[in-house]
């Protein structure tokens, strides 16, 4: 399943294009030398984590920022040669240098120019033999080196420079540091801080199956010859038909995790801060260890740099030195000395931590929460407890002393230079890096707030209302109030608005116009609230919102404002985001202009930047969740029941709907010129006034789809030139300049921005392209089409006015803006209640209407049915909620649509063929519903009976126990409480044991009638056991949807869910409750266009051109996200697969292997994605000779899947082919066979018993049963595949004769078995027998199965081949064109080609 990590598509980069081609032509003049540094820099794991580990979070802000100043002054002098340059600086090659620490041996480093000097710190504070020096400095011939310069900029450094470590005298801040990082080490190995969620830690799970480090199957003895000794039987759970989903083993134990204990206590003594007196000695502050043999010891941090033991006791404080001091720089040395155990635990410890893979414990850019937990012991830990009440201001790493000024940084970040690669990569780099630490200081704001833990700023109103400062993050809770939302539909579009606003806030960013500022935004659901966090504009807590709103409204549309600024900065904005200028009355009745929906507001901060906010209606509303009182939608709408009627007015299409429809207009567009031209040629005879009407009919004819057919008769019906003078004379009227402007704009044709008329015909497009059969049939179209397009291209003046007549016809009818070029646009301020437009513009507000009609109804007539299209065909492939909600945002369709879209897969013929994807919708639908009754069911919880209200809660979801009873806090508790309750009520608190009423029917007829209310489908189910009965779900898959979108984190045990006698849950089973969190995520555009070059130059065939850029995609990500994020995650796939396609089987597995370890720690270690990887991951071990490891990893993912989404699902044949080949590949035939005849069923169902899959399938199970001499089974198999081959594939194709061979043998070996035991009954023992061959099948020949199965054939490339090889690859997408290529043919060395950009 392709898998975008932002809902926001690729927006066009600010670059200019022209400026990008060269780029990319340098970069592939030069590809071959750069890309020998750049591989060496990318596979040496060594450095490149250790440089990412900077990235991830090492380099604190201030580096960053230094690094900006100087790049902005010295990098960049020669403008002209900027091109030249940017080549140059991506190929500066690394160099090595020697670094000499006190008491080891010196040892090389290689570093790169671009490095600063604090990232050889990092390392040095990494490495095993130093990790434990915080305090020191580099030091070059004497002279101490600045940690912010950059190595390039040291005078006197190059190859073999020798760097002298030297420890440097402590300060309070170094000490802390220092304890700190000692703490750091002393957990490295400790998985608490993954399953609490706290400091960007997440779990990973791959070592424990491949046994440490994949990467060494060189040196270690290869696997294959030992095949008797490889235990291949799975665990009960993971066999085919087995019934039972067991929780335990998705978290299995880490041998490592068993903590080697080095300390018992390491804490701040209670002696600090040190007296006066004992200050002036240089006592910087005191801590109190005990070490394990028991021994309690005080320890001083001296300014001298020296640590030594003093003879205070707990309770008596004396600051002598102790007989014998021990006097060492480092606590770690100190406590080698006194304490053996210390020394013995701490070197094993530092040498597992070393041996792990560096993507085990770098930081992830934003935080993962484990939905499982084992129970964790708590251990004590002073940072922890410092960290949890000092906010960590005092030890703000990044600026000392004050808090993060978050608006600052956000926006300075935004205003860095970006004319060539290295400052974009800068910036980009800057602006991820400040988003990430946004969000996490974000997230722990909403989480004090809704805790209590923060005072509100109006701390007198009712709890609803109140508003937090904290950290310089401004918090609001998703309330209605000041009945501000009272007429879009109160408490509901309250909670809607956030996330509305934090698209529009993605939109503008991804835009990214300069001199255009939004907000930092973050929604935080937590305990049932949502908070929105946002950065704060300067200067607006001293103003009233009235005084300072100079653009837009702050009461919907009653009084409005307007600003030339504005309108200048929002212009640049409009293309892009599809939002039309279009003017409103205010409430004198003036006309005012605007560039937005009128709810976004303008405000010019006290740092004179230009600040856009409440970016609710960016993109126009949704008309079938809005009735409209004398509005009629399109009849595809009304057929489907809509318009229905939404809880909140501020339902709104998607960004992806918006483009999806523009660019199936525009193709709509190309098409009509392009018949006209045809018929103008065909008739030039006959009257030019004709030619509209023909054309209207001649297309009325050909189009299928209704509602175009629709638009342009109304379009058409109207006279033609006259509307067009008015339209124009309008704009003019109301702003000359601007209409001019306008023009401009509008006559640069569709290329600007992204409708590039070539990117539309290499048929990217997403809607199902009615366009496609309709070309080809006709013939002379092509070359009418390039006409038109041609016509488009040119500015207005040089067409003739037939030509002319033809743009502007086709205009009309696609509802275009401009009559001269395709410009389709919205107004975002249609049907919103309290707008009223000026008279002169009712034409263009009608047009808008009927446009907004159009989209509503493309959405239910085209988006939807081409999702179901794709699932049908296996191109959109969900497993789980998360996924299927990324198929529908992908196509631009809401959640809210869900109900529709179950209910049109009820009525595919298709449907037995669907069946997963029903299933996992409605599981998604029933957890929603769960979720919002959860939602204000929490809301009257008090803290103390959190876990009780949560496991009861579930009980009543899950269980099937009929009466759970909730388990109230004691009486005492809560008296006691009762008199406290009124200082400080949970915000919107009610009855606080309401919760402990909830009965199972009650939850269920609520979730039944909340799936009616919001979703519109109807759910007949009364109990959690009717709902898995009907529906055939799994309840721990609900248990884990339900829990990942709630937040709940449970323990990790086996649950009796179906018992009748005890509830499945106790409140000791609900662990955590952690924020759900919603942010925009910055993207690396550079990045981006070199990985989609990549992937296009490999679905060309150029397989190495295609590797070097993915290589240099790689390298580019990993300079803007550290090592670690989901895009780096299918940068590493691609690779592994183009490496294992290439023949480099060890490169493969290294790659895959990062790719399977960041999928797990980013995505989370069971998301659909991960099991993807994991598969992946077998195949590269099988093809190395690992067998043993690639049924592990074979089996983990079947349980992963069994888990997620249950047996019956098709990517579980190709999982299970995989595994009963591999089980035939070691000899464990019954076992095979138990595997590749569940895939058989599957595929079976899913594919349609006609399909070449089947037959693959049938082969493999005929190959098992040969290998165990069953060869009548074998034969009856066999005929079955050669059925299908012949009637779909023909007599003469290959694959039928192949089969017929391999039918042949069958007869000929099951004739001989016969023979031979004729003969031993006929002759008894004496009988000569002849000796059968029975194969055990090759290793090669199982390999060449599975590449076959999973879609990877090889291609022995030589030029000939290569150029036979594209030949066919165009002659395949003309026949995709066609629409005639069937089912995708398994063998053709095409697959490579099909697969590779999907998987």
Same mark, same amino acid.
């Given at each position: 399943?392709?898998?975008?990590?932002?809902?926001?598509?690729?927006?066009?980069?600010?670059?200019?294009?022209?400026?990008?081609?060269?780029?990319?032509?340098?970069?592939?003049?030069?590809?071959?030398?750069?890309?020998?540094?750049?591989?060496?820099?990318?596979?040496?794991?060594?450095?490149?984590?250790?440089?990412?580990?900077?990235?991830?979070?090492?380099?604190?802000?201030?580096?960053?920022?230094?690094?900006?100043?100087?790049?902005?002054?010295?990098?960049?002098?020669?403008?002209?040669?900027?091109?030249?340059?940017?080549?140059?600086?991506?190929?500066?090659?690394?160099?090595?240098?020697?670094?000499?620490?006190?008491?080891?041996?010196?040892?090389?480093?290689?570093?790169?120019?671009?490095?600063?000097?604090?990232?050889?710190?990092?390392?040095?504070?990494?490495?095993?033999?130093?990790?434990?020096?915080?305090?020191?400095?580099?030091?070059?011939?004497?002279?101490?080196?600045?940690?912010?310069?950059?190595?390039?900029?040291?005078?006197?450094?190059?190859?073999?420079?020798?760097?002298?470590?030297?420890?440097?005298?402590?300060?309070?801040?170094?000490?802390?540091?220092?304890?700190?990082?000692?703490?750091?080490?002393?957990?490295?190995?400790?998985?608490?801080?993954?399953?609490?969620?706290?400091?960007?830690?997440?779990?990973?799970?791959?070592?424990?199956?491949?046994?440490?480090?994949?990467?060494?199957?060189?040196?270690?003895?290869?696997?294959?010859?030992?095949?008797?000794?490889?235990?291949?039987?799975?665990?009960?759970?993971?066999?085919?038909?087995?019934?039972?989903?067991?929780?335990?083993?998705?978290?299995?134990?880490?041998?490592?995790?068993?903590?080697?204990?080095?300390?018992?206590?390491?804490?701040?003594?209670?002696?600090?801060?040190?007296?006066?007196?004992?200050?002036?000695?240089?006592?910087?502050?005191?801590?109190?260890?005990?070490?394990?043999?028991?021994?309690?010891?005080?320890?001083?941090?001296?300014?001298?740099?020296?640590?030594?033991?003093?003879?205070?006791?707990?309770?008596?404080?004396?600051?002598?030195?102790?007989?014998?001091?021990?006097?060492?720089?480092?606590?770690?040395?100190?406590?080698?000395?006194?304490?053996?155990?210390?020394?013995?635990?701490?070197?094993?410890?530092?040498?597992?931590?070393?041996?792990?893979?560096?993507?085990?414990?770098?930081?992830?850019?934003?935080?993962?929460?484990?939905?499982?937990?084992?129970?964790?012991?708590?251990?004590?830990?002073?940072?922890?407890?410092?960290?949890?009440?000092?906010?960590?201001?005092?030890?703000?790493?990044?600026?000392?002393?004050?808090?993060?000024?978050?608006?600052?940084?956000?926006?300075?970040?935004?205003?860095?230079?970006?004319?060539?690669?290295?400052?974009?990569?800068?910036?980009?780099?800057?602006?991820?890096?400040?988003?990430?630490?946004?969000?996490?200081?974000?997230?722990?704001?909403?989480?004090?707030?809704?805790?209590?833990?923060?005072?509100?700023?109006?701390?007198?109103?009712?709890?609803?209302?109140?508003?937090?400062?904290?950290?310089?993050?401004?918090?609001?809770?998703?309330?209605?109030?000041?009945?501000?939302?009272?007429?879009?539909?109160?408490?509901?579009?309250?909670?809607?608005?956030?996330?509305?606003?934090?698209?529009?806030?993605?939109?503008?960013?991804?835009?990214?116009?300069?001199?255009?500022?939004?907000?930092?935004?973050?929604?935080?659901?937590?305990?049932?609230?949502?908070?929105?966090?946002?950065?704060?504009?300067?200067?607006?807590?001293?103003?009233?919102?009235?005084?300072?709103?100079?653009?837009?409204?702050?009461?919907?549309?009653?009084?409005?404002?307007?600003?030339?600024?504005?309108?200048?900065?929002?212009?640049?904005?409009?293309?892009?985001?599809?939002?039309?200028?279009?003017?409103?009355?205010?409430?004198?009745?003036?006309?005012?202009?605007?560039?937005?929906?009128?709810?976004?507001?303008?405000?010019?901060?006290?740092?004179?930047?230009?600040?856009?906010?409440?970016?609710?209606?960016?993109?126009?509303?949704?008309?079938?969740?809005?009735?409209?009182?004398?509005?009629?939608?399109?009849?595809?709408?009304?057929?489907?029941?809509?318009?229905?009627?939404?809880?909140?007015?501020?339902?709104?299409?998607?960004?992806?709907?918006?483009?999806?429809?523009?660019?199936?207009?525009?193709?709509?567009?190309?098409?009509?010129?392009?018949?006209?031209?045809?018929?103008?040629?065909?008739?030039?005879?006959?009257?030019?006034?004709?030619?509209?009407?023909?054309?209207?009919?001649?297309?009325?004819?050909?189009?299928?789809?209704?509602?175009?057919?629709?638009?342009?008769?109304?379009?058409?019906?109207?006279?033609?030139?006259?509307?067009?003078?008015?339209?124009?004379?309008?704009?003019?009227?109301?702003?000359?300049?601007?209409?001019?402007?306008?023009?401009?704009?509008?006559?640069?044709?569709?290329?600007?921005?992204?409708?590039?008329?070539?990117?539309?015909?290499?048929?990217?497009?997403?809607?199902?392209?009615?366009?496609?059969?309709?070309?080809?049939?006709?013939?002379?179209?092509?070359?009418?089409?390039?006409?038109?397009?041609?016509?488009?291209?040119?500015?207005?003046?040089?067409?003739?006015?037939?030509?002319?007549? &033809?743009? !502007?016809? +086709?205009?009309? #009818?696609?509802? @275009?803006?401009?009559?001269?070029? $395709?410009?389709?646009? *919205?107004?975002?301020?249609?049907?919103?209640?309290?707008?009223?437009?000026?008279?002169?513009?009712?034409?263009?507000?009608?047009?808008?209407?009927?446009?907004?009609?159009?989209?509503?109804?493309?959405?239910?007539?085209?988006?939807?049915?081409?999702?179901?299209?794709?699932?049908?065909?296996?191109?959109?492939?969900?497993?789980?909620?998360?996924?299927?909600?990324?198929?529908?945002?992908?196509?631009?369709?809401?959640?809210?649509?869900?109900?529709?879209?179950?209910?049109?897969?009820?009525?595919?013929?298709?449907?037995?063929?669907?069946?997963?994807?029903?299933?996992?919708?409605?599981?998604?639908?029933?957890?929603?519903?769960?979720?919002?009754?959860?939602?204000?069911?929490?809301?009257? &919880?008090? !803290?103390? +009976?959190?876990? #009780?209200?949560? @496991?009861?809660?579930?009980?009543? $979801?899950?269980?099937? *126990?009929?009466?759970?009873?909730?388990?109230?806090?004691?009486?005492?508790?809560?008296?006691?409480?009762?008199?406290?309750?009124?200082?400080?009520?949970?915000?919107?608190?009610?009855?606080?044991?309401?919760?402990?009423?909830?009965?199972?029917?009650?939850?269920?007829?609520?979730?039944?009638?909340?799936?009616?209310?919001?979703?519109?489908?109807?759910?007949?189910?009364?109990?959690?056991?009717?709902?898995?009965?009907?529906?055939?779900?799994?309840?721990?898959?609900?248990?884990?949807?339900?829990?990942?979108?709630?937040?709940?984190?449970?323990?990790?045990?086996?649950?009796?869910?179906?018992?009748?006698?005890?509830?499945?849950?106790?409140?000791?089973?609900?662990?955590?409750?952690?924020? &759900?969190?919603?942010?925009?995520?910055?993207?690396?555009?550079?990045?981006?266009?070199?990985?989609?070059?990549?992937?296009?130059?490999?679905?060309?065939?150029?397989?190495?051109?295609?590797?070097?850029?993915?290589?240099?995609?790689?390298?580019?990500?990993?300079?803007?996200?550290?090592?670690?994020?989901?895009?780096?995650?299918?940068?590493?796939?691609?690779?592994?697969?183009?490496?294992?396609?290439?023949?480099?089987?060890?490169?493969?597995?290294?790659?895959?292997?990062?790719?399977?370890?960041?999928?797990?720690?980013?995505?989370?270690?069971?998301?659909?994605?991960?099991?993807?990887?994991?598969?992946?991951?077998?195949?590269?071990?099988?093809?190395?000779?690992?067998?043993?490891?690639?049924?592990?990893?074979?089996?983990?993912?079947?349980?992963?899947?069994?888990?997620?989404?249950?047996?019956?699902?098709?990517?579980?044949?190709?999982?299970?082919?995989?595994?009963?080949?591999?089980?035939?590949?070691?000899?464990?035939?019954?076992?095979?066979?138990?595997?590749?005849?569940?895939?058989?069923?599957?595929?079976?169902?899913?594919?349609?018993?006609?399909?070449?899959?089947?037959?693959?399938?049938?082969?493999?199970?005929?190959?098992?049963?040969?290998?165990?001499?069953?060869?009548?089974?074998?034969?009856?198999?066999?005929?079955?595949?050669?059925?299908?081959?012949?009637?779909?594939?023909?007599?003469?194709?290959?694959?039928?004769?192949?089969?017929?061979?391999?039918?042949?043998?069958?007869?000929?070996?099951?004739?001989?078995?016969?023979?031979?035991?004729?003969?031993?009954?006929?002759?008894?023992?004496?009988?000569?027998?002849?000796?059968?061959?029975?194969?055990?099948?090759?290793?090669?020949?199982?390999?060449?199965?599975?590449?076959?199965?999973?879609?990877?054939?090889?291609?022995?490339?030589?030029?000939?081949?290569?150029?036979?090889?594209?030949?066919?690859?165009?002659?395949?997408?003309?026949?995709?064109?066609?629409?005639?290529?069937?089912?995708?043919?398994?063998?053709?060395?095409?697959?490579?080609?099909?697969?590779?950009?999907?998987?």
């Amino acid at each position: 399943m392709v898998s975008k990590t932002d809902d926001i598509p690729a927006s066009v980069p600010s670059c200019n294009p022209a400026d990008l081609a060269d780029e990319a032509g340098d970069g592939a003049q030069d590809g071959k030398d750069t890309s020998k540094t750049r591989l060496k820099d990318s596979c040496g794991c060594g450095h490149s984590a250790d440089k990412a580990m900077v990235n991830g979070d090492g380099a604190h802000e201030h580096t960053e920022e230094a690094e900006l100043k100087q790049d902005g002054t010295g990098e960049v002098d020669g403008g002209e040669e900027s091109n030249e340059q940017e080549v140059i600086v991506i190929q500066d090659t690394g160099f090595t240098v020697k670094i000499q620490a006190p008491g080891t041996e010196p040892f090389d480093l290689q570093v790169s120019p671009q490095e600063m000097v604090q990232e050889i710190h990092q390392v040095l504070m990494d490495r095993e033999d130093t990790c434990h020096r915080t305090c020191f400095s580099l030091q070059l011939d004497g002279n101490v080196l600045d940690n912010f310069a950059e190595l390039k900029s040291i005078e006197g450094l190059q190859e073999g420079s020798l760097l002298k470590v030297v420890e440097e005298p402590y300060t309070v801040r170094e000490a802390r540091i220092h304890v700190r990082h000692i703490r750091d080490l002393l957990k490295s190995l400790d998985p608490s801080d993954a399953y609490n969620g706290v400091d960007c830690n997440s779990l990973s799970f791959l070592s424990i199956f491949t046994d440490g480090d994949l990467g060494d199957s060189g040196k270690r003895k290869k696997k294959g010859s030992e095949l008797e000794q490889i235990d291949c039987t799975p665990p009960e759970h993971i066999l085919p038909g087995s019934k039972e989903r067991p929780l335990v083993p998705l978290q299995p134990q880490n041998k490592d995790w068993k903590p080697m204990q080095c300390l018992k206590v390491l804490t701040m003594s209670g002696w600090n801060p040190p007296p006066g007196n004992r200050k002036m000695h240089g006592d910087l502050m005191y801590l109190y260890i005990v070490t394990v043999e028991e021994r309690h010891v005080s320890v001083t941090d001296l300014y001298t740099a020296v640590l030594y033991l003093r003879q205070s006791t707990t309770y008596t404080f004396n600051p002598k030195p102790a007989n014998p001091s021990f006097l060492s720089h480092s606590l770690v040395e100190l406590l080698s000395q006194i304490s053996p155990a210390f020394k013995k635990n701490f070197t094993a410890l530092q040498k597992k931590r070393v041996q792990r893979h560096p993507f085990e414990r770098i930081a992830t850019p934003f935080q993962v929460y484990s939905w499982t937990a084992p129970q964790v012991d708590h251990a004590m830990d002073c940072v922890r407890a410092e960290d949890a009440y000092t906010s960590r201001l005092g030890y703000e790493e990044h600026i000392p002393g004050q808090t993060r000024d978050w608006n600052e940084e956000l926006q300075t970040t935004r205003e860095l230079p970006r004319k060539n690669l290295p400052e974009r990569l800068l910036r980009e780099r800057a602006i991820f890096k400040v988003h990430s630490d946004f969000a996490a200081a974000a997230t722990r704001g909403a989480m004090a707030v809704i805790d209590g833990n923060v005072m509100a700023i109006n701390p007198g109103e009712e709890t609803r209302m109140q508003m937090f400062i904290w950290n310089n993050i401004f918090f609001s809770l998703g309330f209605d109030v000041r009945d501000h939302y009272r007429e879009l539909g109160g408490d509901a579009a309250a909670h809607a608005a956030p996330t509305n606003d934090l698209n529009g806030v993605r939109a503008y960013g991804a835009v990214d116009v300069e001199g255009l500022y939004t907000l930092g935004t973050v929604v935080v659901d937590y305990r049932g609230y949502r908070v929105t966090a946002q950065s704060i504009i300067p200067g607006i807590l001293e103003r009233e919102q009235e005084q300072s709103v100079i653009y837009g409204s702050i009461d919907f549309g009653k009084t409005v404002v307007s600003h030339s600024k504005y309108m200048e900065l929002l212009e640049k904005t409009s293309r892009p985001l599809k939002v039309q200028r279009h003017n409103v009355l205010n409430e004198k009745n003036d006309t005012v202009e605007l560039c937005s929906s009128v709810e976004c507001k303008g405000i010019i901060g006290n740092d004179g930047r230009h600040y856009i906010l409440d970016l609710l209606r960016t993109f126009p509303p949704d008309l079938n969740f809005l009735p409209v009182d004398g509005e009629e939608l399109p009849p595809e709408s009304q057929r489907q029941g809509f318009p229905r009627q939404h809880r909140h007015r501020l339902a709104c299409l998607r960004q992806e709907l918006i483009e999806a429809f523009v660019e199936h207009r525009y193709l709509l567009f190309m098409k009509m010129a392009a018949l006209q031209l045809m018929q103008q040629k065909a008739n030039k005879d006959t009257n030019k006034s004709e030619t509209p009407a023909i054309t209207e009919t001649s297309e009325t004819t050909t189009e299928s789809n209704t509602d175009t057919t629709q638009t342009q008769t109304t379009a058409s019906d109207s006279p033609s030139a006259p509307t067009a003078e008015v339209s124009t004379d309008n704009s003019t009227s109301a702003a000359p300049q601007a209409a001019t402007d306008g023009e401009e704009n509008s006559l640069k044709p569709a290329t600007n921005g992204p409708l590039d008329p070539a990117a539309t015909q290499n048929g990217e497009c997403k809607s199902p392209l009615e366009g496609k059969e309709l070309e080809e049939s006709i013939p002379g179209l092509a070359q009418a089409k390039e006409l038109a397009e041609t016509l488009v291209a040119e500015d207005g003046s040089g067409i003739d006015p037939k030509s002319r007549e &033809v743009v !502007l016809n +086709a205009c009309k #009818a696609v509802g @275009s803006i401009s009559n001269t070029s $395709f410009d389709i646009r *919205f107004n975002p301020d249609i049907f919103s209640p309290g707008v009223r437009f000026p008279e002169d513009s009712v034409d263009d507000v009608q047009k808008q209407k009927q446009l907004l009609k159009d989209a509503a109804a493309f959405l239910v007539s085209c988006q939807i049915p081409s999702l179901v299209k794709d699932c049908l065909d296996h191109s959109a492939l969900p497993m789980d909620g998360a996924t299927l909600t990324e198929a529908l945002h992908q196509r631009g369709i809401n959640i809210r649509y869900l109900g529709t879209v179950l209910e049109f897969v009820d009525k595919t013929p298709a449907k037995s063929q669907l069946e997963h994807f029903y299933r996992i919708g409605i599981s998604e639908l029933i957890t929603r519903c769960a979720k919002h009754i959860f939602k204000t069911y929490l809301q009257g &919880v008090e !803290l103390s +009976a959190l876990s #009780a209200a949560v @496991s009861h809660f579930l009980n009543c $979801f899950l269980s099937s *126990f009929p009466d759970a009873v909730a388990h109230l806090p004691p009486d005492e508790l809560v008296s006691r409480r009762k008199n406290r309750k009124r200082r400080n009520r949970v915000p919107g608190g009610g009855d606080n044991t309401a919760w402990a009423s909830l009965t199972p029917s009650e939850l269920w007829k609520n979730i039944a009638s909340e799936a009616q209310s919001y979703y519109h489908f109807t759910i007949q189910c009364d109990s959690v056991d009717q709902v898995v009965e009907k529906y055939s779900l799994q309840k721990t898959t609900l248990l884990r949807e339900i829990s990942i979108k709630t937040g709940i984190q449970i323990l990790i045990k086996e649950y009796n869910f179906d018992s009748r006698h005890k509830p499945a849950f106790t409140e000791e089973d609900i662990l955590n409750i952690f924020p &759900v969190v919603k942010h925009v995520n910055p993207k690396a555009s550079d990045a981006f266009h070199f990985f989609q070059s990549g992937q296009a130059k490999v679905q060309q065939g150029f397989l190495k051109e295609g590797c070097e850029l993915i290589n240099e995609a790689l390298n580019l990500f990993n300079n803007v996200y550290g090592a670690m994020h989901v895009e780096i995650c299918a940068c590493l796939r691609l690779l592994a697969r183009l490496n294992y396609i290439m023949g480099d089987h060890p490169e493969a597995l290294s790659n895959q292997q990062k790719a399977v370890l960041m999928s797990e720690r980013v995505l989370g270690i069971e998301h659909p994605n991960t099991i993807q990887e994991y598969m992946h991951l077998a195949l590269y071990c099988f093809a190395n000779g690992q067998l043993s490891t690639a049924l592990k990893l074979l089996y983990r993912a079947r349980y992963l899947m069994l888990l997620v989404c249950g047996e019956d699902h098709p990517e579980m044949a190709l999982l299970d082919s995989n595994i009963g080949l591999v089980l035939h590949g070691v000899m464990e035939y019954d076992l095979s066979l138990r595997f590749l005849e569940n895939a058989l069923t599957i595929n079976t169902k899913y594919h349609g018993p006609r399909s070449l899959k089947v037959a693959l399938s049938h082969h493999l199970v005929a190959r098992v049963y040969e290998s165990k001499a069953e060869f009548r089974s074998a034969l009856q198999h066999e005929k079955e595949g050669y059925t299908i081959y012949k009637n779909q594939m023909g007599e003469a194709h290959e694959k039928t004769k192949e089969s017929s061979e391999y039918l042949k043998y069958l007869t000929q070996q099951a004739v001989a078995l016969q023979r031979t035991m004729n003969e031993i009954y006929k002759n008894g023992s004496n009988a000569s027998i002849m000796p059968l061959k029975f194969t055990a099948p090759s290793m090669a020949s199982v390999l060449e199965q599975l590449n076959i199965i999973n879609g990877i054939i090889f291609i022995p490339l030589s030029q000939k081949d290569l150029e036979n090889l594209k030949a066919e690859v165009q002659r395949r997408q003309q026949l995709q064109e066609l629409g005639k290529s069937e089912d995708p043919i398994e063998d053709s060395p095409l697959e490579l080609e099909d697969k590779i950009p999907i998987d």
